[in-house]
C-alpha cells in the first residue's frame, strides 16, 4: 500500500488538506494524525471493517479496546448510555484536553471497536488538527497510538512513518505532540470514578476537581501481583525499547555512581550503553551515550521527551540501557508509569 505523507503546520491554512483526509477516513481508510498527546491512527469507530485494520495495521491483540475521539459535547450523547453527573464535571474542566473517559456504551458503537467490552472510552482532544479532522470526517474517529504494537507511542510525524509506512493510507505529518503522554483514562462507570491509566490530566487535579478518585489496582505497583489492570492495554509489554534497560532509584550521588559503575563494566565486556539522565546530572556521566530526559523540576519536559528518546535509543543501536528514577507527583506518575513498563519493571534501589 501507498502512504500518502500530507504535511500540515496549521489547521486554519490547511482546511482543505483536511476534508481529503476526512475523506479517506469517511471511505473506511486508515489515517494517522497529530494530537497533543501523542500521533493517533484514525479510523471511523462506528465501521467494524475500518477498525478491523487498525489492529491489522498496527499487529494489536484483538481484545484490546480503542478510544473514540469526537470535537463537539453533543457527539457524545448517541454513544453512550447514561452520561453521570461526575463527568459531566471532568468534561467540563479538562475538555477538549488529555482525559478519555469511560462510559457505559449504547448499540451505535460496534463491539469490534469495544475489544468486545460493554462499555466504551471517548477523548475529546484539543489539538487543532485533530479537532479539525474529527469535525471534517463527521464520524466518532477511534484511535490508538499510532506505533506498532508494543513500541514507544508516537510524538512526532517520523515515528510514525518508521513504524506504519506502507501499512495505512495517509500520515498527517504536523509538529511534535506537546503531552508526550497519553491521555489519563478514567472509568466513571464505577461507584468512585478510577483511574485506568496515568497520563496528561494527573491525579492532583482530579481530585480537586471531584473529591473522591481511586487508582485501579492493577497499575500500582506494589499490588500488581494481585490485581490485573481493568484497562485491557495496561496488561501488554508496551513502550519497550529494544534494549533491555534498568532504573535506578535512591539519593542522587548513589544513582549516579550505580550507573558510572554498570557503563564501565557494560564497556570493558565491550557493549554500547545508553543513559537517560535528568539534565541536572548530565554532565556527571563521562562514559556512554547521554541523552537527556529533561529538568527534574520540569517533569513536563520529560514527559515530552521520553518516547522519542526511547526510539532514538533503539535507533543507536545500544546492547543496554541504564535510566535514573524520577519521583511520581503529578505528571511524573505517568512518567514512571510509562518507564517502569519501558524498562519490564527491572528496577534497582540504591
Ligand atoms: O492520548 C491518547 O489516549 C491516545 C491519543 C491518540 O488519543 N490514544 C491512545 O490509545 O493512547 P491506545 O489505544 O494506545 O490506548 C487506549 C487505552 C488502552 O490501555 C485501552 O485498553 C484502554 O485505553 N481502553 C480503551 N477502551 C477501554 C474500555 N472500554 N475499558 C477500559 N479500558 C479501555
Ligand atoms: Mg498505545
Not at 100 to 117: C, W, Y
Not at 228 to 239: D, L, S, V
Request: glycine share 8%; with cysteine; net charge positive.
Amino acid at each position: 500500500m501507498d502512504t500518502i505523507v500530507l504535511k500540515i503546520q496549521q489547521e486554519e491554512k490547511d482546511r482543505e488538506k483536511l476534508r481529503q483526509a476526512a475523506k479517506i477516513l469517511r471511505k473506511g481508510g486508515l489515517v494517522a494524525f497529530p494530537t497533543e498527546t501523542v500521533y493517533g491512527l484514525g479510523a471511523n469507530g462506528l465501521d467494524p471493517e475500518a477498525t478491523a485494520k487498525i489492529y491489522e495495521a498496527k499487529g494489536r491483540p484483538s481484545d484490546n479496546p480503542l478510544i473514540l475521539h469526537i470535537s463537539r459535547r453533543e457527539d457524545l450523547v448517541p454513544l453512550v448510555k447514561e452520561i453521570p453527573p461526575v463527568a459531566e464535571k471532568l468534561m467540563e474542566c479538562f475538555w477538549p484536553g488529555p482525559l478519555t473517559l469511560i462510559f457505559k456504551k449504547s448499540a451505535l458503537v460496534p463491539k469490534r471497536t469495544t475489544g468486545g467490552l460493554d462499555t466504551v472510552a471517548i477523548r475529546m482532544p484539543s489539538h487543532p488538527i485533530a479537532h479539525g479532522l474529527i469535525k471534517e470526517a463527521k464520524v466518532p474517529i477511534a484511535a490508538p497510538s499510532a506505533n506498532l504494537s508494543g513500541k514507544p507511542s508516537p510524538t512526532k510525524a517520523e515515528h510514525v512513518m518508521h513504524d506504519l509506512m506502507g501499512r495505512i493510507d495517509m500520515i498527517i505529518a504536523g509538529p511534535a505532540s506537546s503531552i508526550g503522554l497519553e491521555s489519563t483514562v478514567v472509568d466513571v462507570t464505577s461507584a468512585i470514578p478510577t483511574i485506568l491509566r496515568p497520563g496528561g490530566i494527573t491525579y492532583e487535579q482530579l481530585k480537586k476537581t471531584i473529591g473522591k478518585i481511586e487508582i485501579d489496582k492493577g497499575i500500582q505497583e506494589d499490588l500488581k501481583e494481585t490485581f490485573k489492570p481493568k484497562a485491557p492495554g495496561m496488561k501488554y509489554t508496551h513502550y519497550a525499547p529494544s534494549a533491555p534497560m534498568t532504573i535506578v532509584q535512591g539519593p542522587r550521588n548513589a544513582v549516579i555512581e550505580k550507573i558510572n559503575k554498570s557503563t564501565e563494566e557494560y564497556i570493558k565486556q565491550g557493549k554500547k550503553v545508553g543513559i537517560l539522565a535528568t539534565e541536572d546530572n548530565v554532565k556527571k556521566y563521562s562514559k556512554g551515550l547521554v541523552l537527556s530526559l529533561g529538568k527534574r523540576d520540569k517533569p513536563e519536559s520529560i514527559a515530552a521527551n521520553l518516547f522519542a528518546l526511547l526510539r532514538q535509543l533503539d535507533l543507536e543501536g545500544v546492547d543496554v540501557i541504564f535510566a535514573e528514577g524520577i519521583t511520581s507527583d503529578g505528571i511524573g506518575m505517568a512518567i514512571v508509569n510509562r518507564m517502569n513498563k519501558a524498562a519490564g519493571h527491572r528496577i534497582v534501589q540504591v
